[in-house]
């Protein structure tokens, strides 16, 4: 059995092994010549005050102490085991393939988009050209939103699965290792497509199944359970257990489900802007003025501020990163964030969102399952106009934002496809607007420097979160009216993440190998 030492470091200090072990005695009063190994378990900034240090959590083994291996991945022949259908390849899809594996179990993967590499193509063009695919965007296609959204892997649902071994997964098929020692993970965008086609080859090795350019567009039941699935509206596929990890953004989905008299919710969201500075500023802000040391990587934040009975706060804060543009749909705008694996850009940007509860929008209905789709909807096609309906989008200085001005001009952005000088007050709903004026100056007074006319504001970061719930048992996690129907990850309410959407996904497969007892811890 290993034991845990917490010590602090400089950042300059923290490639010094003896240095660091010597702090670990010193802390500890373990004896250096029992020591067997050591390793980092956990590292973590402390920026509250200046010098700036890393808060190390250092794992120790003594002579005679077994040190763990980590989780590998088990791959077995399932080519002849009982199938189960999985719609998506996003990170719920993959690590239910995964997991399907393990448990003895073929899994049966239908993408609606292209693989990883070729969905490259579709981007550029959205990028370069204005034109986007419905089926092979940044949100459809192998990997999922997960693979274009800088890959990051902290979650705060640890108490839904085991997070330790979805890292560990993650590095079995080729992320760094460090990934299982930061606070906050990061994979970077950049890598992310080796490693996910790494899983799917094992998924096909296994014997399972991947299936892209195969859009779900029918269901069969018989009576209250499933019986089959449609794929492309052409042909139809038997199978009695269907894990429906589509993504937030597969709105088809939603429709069909309800026209099918299978129930859905309006489920709360958040909606805002996605706000760009310089990385410069931030570090200097977050370090105190140590943003110089070569030794620290990009600073990154995190906002929270209740406005008027809502909450606003920051989402998917991206260091070095880039606007992305996420519209799944032609007449439609919509932005998202990334960063390569250094987070080595110029610029820092983050979502600014605002809570909204289905009971918060004038058209509220409570049988109306729509509500805040239909909200969603409407904010990005409005957008989408007032930035001349292309995929450049609607943007505006902060401190013009809040004062109500027209920005005269823009400091170099990010967001390839090109933004329009908008006042956005008059575009954003006035319930999102309002709250984020108010919000603005509140975050200055946190972060002295962060309220500036040099950060611009791009609309709208409207992805946050599923804005529909596909109900299921607590228990089962089937769906709550359709047996063998397993609602899973963003798309159906129950994720937030890429490791919270991916433990989504094992927990949907052990559910359904307990139901016919065979799964293999």
Same mark, same amino acid.
């Given at each position: ?33 029992d020591?067997k190994?050591?390793r ?15 808060t190390?959590?250092?794992?120790v ?5 077994e040190?763990?291996?980590?989780t590998p ?6 080519s002849?085991?009982?199938k189960i259908a999985?719609?998506?390849a ?6 239910a393939?995964l997991?399907?594996v393990?448990?003895?179990?073929k899994?049966v ?5 292209k693989d990883?590499r ?8 959205i990028?370069k050209?204005h ?5 092979s965007?940044?949100c459809?296609g192998?990997g999922?939103a997960?693979t274009y959204s800088d ?5 705060r ?9 979805a890292?560990?997964w993650f590095?079995n098929f080729?992320?760094d ?8 993970p990061h994979?970077g965008t ?8 790494a899983?799917?080859e094992?998924?096909i ?5 991947v299936?892209f350019n195969?859009k ?5 039941l018989?009576?209250?359970?499933m019986?089959?699935i449609e794929?492309n ?5 038997s199978?009695?257990?269907l894990?429906?990890a589509?993504g937030?953004?597969?709105? +088809?989905? /939603?429709?069909? $489900?309800h026209?099918k008299n299978i129930?859905?919710?309006a489920k709360?969201? @958040?909606? *805002?802007?996605?706000i760009e ?10 370090y ?13 934040y995190s906002?929270v501020?209740?406005v008027?009975?809502m909450?606003v706060y920051?989402?998917c804060m991206?260091?070095?990163?880039i606007?992305?543009p ?6 439609e705008?919509?932005t ?11 610029y ?5 969102v ?6 918060d929008l004038?058209?509220?209905?409570p049988? +109306?399952? /729509?509500v805040c $789709?239909?909200?969603?909807?409407l904010v ?5 106009? @007032?930035? *001349? ?10 401190k ?5 001005k027209l920005s ?5 952005t ?5 933004i329009v000088?908008v ?6 709903p006035d319930?999102?607007?309002r709250?984020?004026?108010k ?15 040099d950060?611009?504001l ?6 946050t ?5 596909i109900?299921?048992?607590s228990d ?6 359709v047996?063998?129907l ?6 159906a ?6 490791i919270s959407? @991916? ?11 307990k139901?016919y007892?065979?799964?293999q811890d």
């Amino acid at each position: 059995m290993s034991t845990l030492v917490q010590i602090t470091a400089l950042p300059q200090e923290l490639e010094d092994r003896h240095l660091l072990l010597n702090r670990v005695v010193k802390k500890s009063k373990i004896r250096k010549d029992d020591i067997k190994d050591w390793r980092i378990r956990k590292r973590s900034i402390d920026a509250r005050n200046k010098p700036v240090r890393f808060t190390l959590q250092i794992e120790v083994w003594n002579h005679g102490e077994e040190k763990k291996p980590l989780t590998p991945f088990i791959l077995q022949d399932v080519s002849k085991g009982r199938k189960i259908a999985i719609i998506g390849a996003g990170p719920a899809g993959l690590y239910a393939a995964l997991r399907a594996v393990e448990a003895g179990i073929k899994p049966v993967v239908f993408e609606r988009g292209k693989d990883v590499r070729s969905r490259r193509f579709d981007l550029a063009k959205i990028n370069k050209d204005h034109i986007v695919n419905p089926e092979s965007n940044y949100c459809f296609g192998e990997g999922g939103a997960g693979t274009y959204s800088d890959g990051k892997l902290y979650t705060r649902s640890k108490k839904r699965g085991n997070v330790l071994k979805a890292l560990e997964w993650f590095v079995n098929f080729g992320a760094d290792p460090d990934i299982l020692v930061d606070a906050h993970p990061h994979i970077g965008t950049n890598k992310l497509p080796k490693i996910i086609t790494a899983m799917r080859e094992a998924v096909i090795e296994a014997g399972g199944e991947v299936h892209f350019n195969s859009k779900l567009t029918d269901l069969k039941l018989n009576g209250d359970r499933m019986e089959a699935i449609e794929i492309n509206a052409e042909k139809w596929f038997s199978f009695e257990d269907l894990i429906l990890a589509t993504g937030h953004s597969a709105r +088809d989905i /939603f429709y069909l $489900l309800h026209y099918k008299n299978i129930k859905i919710e309006a489920k709360p969201f @958040a909606l *805002g802007v996605r706000i760009e500075h310089q990385q410069k500023l931030i570090d200097q802000i977050q370090y105190h003025g140590e943003n110089d040391n070569p030794y620290l990587p990009p600073a990154s934040y995190s906002l929270v501020e209740q406005v008027d009975g809502m909450g606003v706060y920051s989402f998917c804060m991206c260091p070095g990163g880039i606007i992305a543009p996420c519209a799944t749909e032609q007449q439609e705008v919509v932005t998202n964030g990334w960063s390569p694996s250094k987070r080595n850009n110029p610029y820092s940007n983050s979502g600014i969102v605002v809570s909204i509860a289905p009971s918060d929008l004038p058209a509220f209905k409570p049988e +109306d399952p /729509f509500v805040c $789709l239909d909200f969603q909807k409407l904010v990005e096609k409005n957008c989408w106009e @007032a930035a *001349g309906k292309t995929q450049q989008v609607p943007a505006q200085r902060m401190k013009d934002f809040v004062e109500g001005k027209l920005s005269k001009d823009f400091p170099k952005t990010s967001y390839q496809p090109g933004i329009v000088s908008v006042d956005l007050n008059k575009v954003l709903p006035d319930l999102i607007a309002r709250r984020l004026r108010k919000a603005f100056v509140q975050f200055g007074r946190k972060l002295k420097g962060y309220y500036t006319n040099d950060a611009v504001l791009h609309a709208p970061e409207s992805r946050t979160s599923s804005p529909v719930l596909i109900p299921r048992d607590s228990d089962s996690l089937e769906h709550v009216e359709v047996k063998g129907l397993y609602p899973c990850g963003e798309g159906a309410g129950y994720a937030g993440g890429i490791i919270s959407a @991916a433990i989504d996904g094992i927990n949907c497969v052990d559910a359904i190998a307990k139901k016919y007892q065979n799964i293999q811890d």
